[in-house]
Every structure is written in C-alpha cells, then in structure tokens.
Nanobody, 125 residues
C-alpha cells in the first residue's frame, strides 16, 4: 500500500522553529519529486515548497522564502521541511505529496499524484 505520512507538527510560538518529516512506505521516493502544501481554515490549499527527485532543484513560495528549507534523504525514504521564524500566518495543516517525475514540478496540487493526510502546525503565543 502506497503511503505518505507526515509528522513533526505542533504548537510553536512566533519566531520558533519546527521540522516536518514526510516518510514514504510501500514505494521508493527515488523517482519522485516531493512537494509540501498547506491549507488554513477557510482557504484553498497552497504550495509551499518542492524538491526534485535528486534534491538538486528546489522551489519555494514567496511567503516562505528565506525561512523554510526543503531537503530529502532518499536512503531514509524521507523528505523534510525545516521551518524557521514561524509566523501566525503559517498556521495550517501541512501536507506532503509525491509526483512521479524526476524534474521539479510546479507548485500546483494537480501536478502531484500521492498525498499524505497532513500534520497540524499552529503558530501562536
């Protein structure tokens, strides 16, 4: 069974940090580009960042550039999202998704084939 499982979410104060993990089971991520998306209550799901299958290319939404870093460890079949300088507006459910392609996809939900169930990130004092 193909699964993506996110972890690492939680409650953090503004200015704090979290590292999200996306672990795959049932398939290897070696040939997949991976994206992180988020969805706040009442808002559409938006792309946050993505990384090519090799890790050589990355892309970020303007709202997180300079604060978030995506990385991957194919040996562990896991992708990470390091989130620093968190703001209340970063509060959302964060999802990882896999696209069966080697090159960097656009940060659009229709570019991705498999999705995790999400992990809640709440930034509040």
């Amino acid at each position: 069974q193909l699964q993506l499982v996110e972890s690492g979410g939680g409650l953090v104060q503004p200015g704090g940090s979290l590292r999200l993990s996306c672990a795959a089971s049932g398939f290897t991520l070696d040939y997949h580009a991976i994206g992180w998306f988020r969805q706040a209550p009442g808002k559409e799901r938006e792309g946050v960042s993505c990384i090519s299958s090799s890790g050589g290319s990355t892309n970020y939404a303007d709202s997180v550039k300079g604060r978030f870093t995506i990385s991957r460890d194919n040996a562990k079949n896991t992708v990470y999202l390091q989130m620093n300088s968190l703001k209340p507006e970063d509060t959302a459910v964060y999802y990882c998704a896999a696209a069966l392609q080697l090159i960097l996809p656009d940060l659009r939900t229709d570019e991705f084939d498999y999705w995790g169930r999400g992990t809640q990130v709440t930034v509040s004092s």
